[in-house]
């Protein structure tokens, strides 16, 4: 189960870290996306520390929220 260990992340509006299966994440959420204007949370790879290891999302997605992000990351990442 993946585990929030900090719930604000250092150049990120609305972002928590999170801990599964001893990898770290940050789950950042935007109201409205740069490229879109729509909403979305995306999951990216980081370290412990909180910076982003690949901008290569492994989660979530648009009118995802930090919930449903979460729980796709547990799914999706074994």
């Not at 189960?1 to 999170?18: G, R």
């Not at 979530?60 to 990442?77: F, P, Q, S």
């Amino acid at each position: 189960m993946a585990e929030i260990v900090k719930d604000t992340v250092d150049d990120f509006h609305d972002a928590v870290l999170v801990k599964h299966h001893g990898k770290y994440y940050i789950v950042s959420s935007l109201a409205a996306a740069f490229d879109t204007g729509m909403p979305e949370t995306l999951v990216f790879p980081a370290t412990k520390e909180g910076k982003v290891k690949s901008w290569g999302e492994v989660a979530g997605g648009r009118y995802y929220t930090r919930e449903e992000a979460i729980a796709e990351l547990e799914v999706k990442v074994t």
